[in-house]
């Protein structure tokens, strides 16, 4: 081995050959715990293909890995399926060090790479639908608009029945396993979950689209631009995304507040109580100690949203504010709601709540629940019955109509 990168064999012809960032907990505000891949793949057919790069830092690795195998100057292809700069950063390094013969991008993927780079990269516009011989082997190209970039396509080997998705069905996890089935299957469906719901969900309707391109094709391999290559999951992750694209409710109320005194959070127990004893699952997150995105993620299936904030000058916690302005982004459909809090004097919190709320389409079962300073029994019963109630509509709504 004269590399000290190696490419991880996908078929006979195809090739991983991207980079693993083991460091990364921060992806543009998303948080990556378990850090992330930036995937690359080559295909060798007559005309040496690369379908993406990595970010540019990375550049060096997914060039070894490529050396591993073949010289990279032999590259005849490179396709460019989305042009966000963790897929596209040294885009412009691989073209200037082996001049490919052609890159191949959507029209708005050739607008979007010259307008990041500031220089005509040459890139030939492919069309949706428009097959490419890469010498004995096809390379369909599969416009996937807005998902989640104008830019976006997957590209379909069909002869090995691989679609290669960008940042579909992929996900932030560092590994050093390649494949779905080496991987456990909760963290593989709780990360497919948060990158669907913090990347994909506001572009549900595309993804649906999406879908339905994918579903006239033999697939048996998807391999994303992020995490690992689904070889035996292809289904599961299909049935994942119909599911997510349907913004369906699950018996799950999401609980999100803050607290300054306690006060807000003594009336969020007695809520999760009374959800919990009606048989509804919640998922009570103190915002402080939880993330946006994996308060997404739990935003992504559930049912009822309730939020809780004291106030404070005036207005919401900024926690609240900061979730609440991040959810509403997402567009989710499909949820019913509730609003409480405490004050000292002015109270003004539950309002803006409600407003907010109301804006996302958030149907509140009943007015918000504001007390002032400490809760006391009658009051933390109100939380109770709050919860009870909502409880309750959200199981009728899971249940649908009789
Ligand atoms: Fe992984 Fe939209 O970039």
């Given at each position: 081995?004269?590399e000290?990168?190696?490419?991880?064999?996908?078929t006979?012809?195809?090739?991983w050959?991207?980079?693993?960032d083991?460091?990364?907990?921060?992806?543009?505000?998303?948080?990556?715990?378990r850090?992330t891949?930036y995937?690359?793949?080559?295909?060798?057919?007559?005309?040496?293909?690369?379908?993406?790069?990595?970010r540019?830092?990375?550049?060096?690795?997914?060039?070894?890995?490529?050396?591993s195998?073949?010289?990279?100057?032999k590259?005849?292809?490179?396709?460019?399926n989305?042009s966000?700069m963790?897929h596209?950063?040294?885009?412009p390094?691989?073209?200037?060090r082996?001049k490919?013969?052609?890159?191949f991008a959507s029209e708005?993927?050739a607008?979007?790479?010259?307008a990041?780079?500031?220089?005509?990269?040459?890139?030939?516009?492919?069309?949706?639908?428009?097959?490419?011989?890469l010498?004995g082997v096809?390379a369909?190209f599969i416009?996937?608009?807005?998902?989640h970039?104008?830019?976006?396509?997957?590209?379909?080997l069909p002869?090995d029945?691989i679609?290669?998705?960008q940042?579909g069905?992929?996900?932030?996890?560092?590994s050093s396993?390649r494949?779905?089935?080496e991987?456990d299957d909760?963290i593989?469906?709780?990360?497919?979950?948060?990158y669907?719901a913090?990347?994909?969900?506001?572009?549900?309707?595309?993804?649906?689209?999406a879908?339905?391109k994918?579903?006239?094709?033999d697939i048996?391999m998807?391999?994303?631009?992020?995490?690992?290559?689904?070889?035996?999951?292809v289904?599961?992750?299909v049935?994942?995304?119909a599911?997510?694209?349907a913004h369906?409710p699950?018996?799950?109320a999401?609980?999100i507040?803050?607290?300054?005194?306690g006060?807000?959070?003594?009336?969020?127990k007695?809520?999760?109580d009374?959800?919990?004893?009606?048989?509804?699952?919640?998922?009570?997150?103190r915002?402080?100690?939880?993330?946006?995105?994996?308060?997404?993620?739990?935003?992504?299936d559930?049912?009822?949203?309730?939020?809780?904030?004291?106030?404070?000058?005036?207005?919401?916690?900024p926690t609240?504010?900061?979730?609440?302005?991040?959810?509403?982004?997402l567009?989710?459909k499909?949820?019913?709601?509730a609003?409480?809090?405490?004050?000292?004097?002015?109270?003004d919190?539950v309002?803006q709540i409600k407003?907010?709320?109301a804006?996302?389409?958030?149907?509140?079962v009943?007015?918000?629940?504001?007390i002032?300073?400490v809760?006391?029994?009658?009051?933390?019963?109100k939380?109770?019955?709050?919860?009870?109630?909502?409880?309750?509509?959200?199981?009728?709504?899971?249940?649908?109509p009789r």
């Amino acid at each position: 081995m004269s590399e000290p990168f190696a490419a991880t064999k996908v078929t006979d012809r195809v090739y991983w050959v991207g980079a693993i960032d083991w460091a990364l907990r921060d992806f543009h505000g998303y948080s990556t715990e378990r850090g992330t891949t930036y995937n690359a793949f080559l295909i060798l057919a007559d005309k040496v293909t690369l379908v993406d790069t990595v970010r540019a830092p990375f550049r060096e690795e997914m060039m070894s890995r490529i050396a591993s195998i073949i010289d990279p100057a032999k590259i005849d292809y490179v396709i460019s399926n989305h042009s966000e700069m963790d897929h596209s950063g040294c885009l412009p390094y691989v073209i200037e060090r082996i001049k490919p013969e052609k890159v191949f991008a959507s029209e708005n993927g050739a607008k979007a790479l010259d307008a990041h780079f500031h220089r005509d990269l040459g890139v030939t516009v492919v069309a949706d639908g428009q097959t490419v011989s890469l010498g004995g082997v096809q390379a369909t190209f599969i416009e996937t608009r807005m998902l989640h970039w104008p830019d976006s396509m997957f590209t379909y080997l069909p002869e090995d029945r691989i679609l290669f998705s960008q940042d579909g069905f992929g996900m932030h996890l560092a590994s050093s396993q390649r494949f779905d089935d080496e991987i456990d299957d909760g963290i593989l469906e709780y990360e497919a979950a948060k990158y669907y719901a913090n990347i994909l969900l506001p572009f549900s309707a595309a993804a649906k689209v999406a879908l339905d391109k994918a579903s006239k094709l033999d697939i048996v391999m998807i391999a994303p631009d992020h995490g690992p290559i689904w070889r035996t999951g292809v289904k599961r992750i299909v049935d994942l995304y119909a599911r997510w694209n349907a913004h369906k409710p699950a018996n799950k109320a999401l609980l999100i507040y803050d607290t300054m005194w306690g006060s807000t959070e003594a009336m969020a127990k007695a809520i999760e109580d009374g959800i919990v004893g009606e048989g509804v699952q919640a998922r009570s997150m103190r915002l402080r100690e939880n993330h946006r995105s994996n308060v997404a993620t739990e935003y992504l299936d559930a049912g009822a949203i309730i939020v809780g904030s004291p106030t404070l000058n005036g207005g919401m916690f900024p926690t609240v504010a900061e979730n609440l302005s991040y959810l509403k982004g997402l567009k989710r459909k499909n949820l019913i709601g509730a609003v409480f809090g405490s004050y000292g004097w002015s109270g003004d919190a539950v309002a803006q709540i409600k407003e907010i709320l109301a804006s996302m389409r958030v149907e509140l079962v009943t007015e918000p629940l504001n007390i002032m300073y400490v809760p006391e029994k009658p009051g933390l019963l109100k939380c109770r019955k709050l919860g009870t109630l909502i409880a309750r509509k959200l199981k009728e709504r899971v249940a649908g109509p009789r």
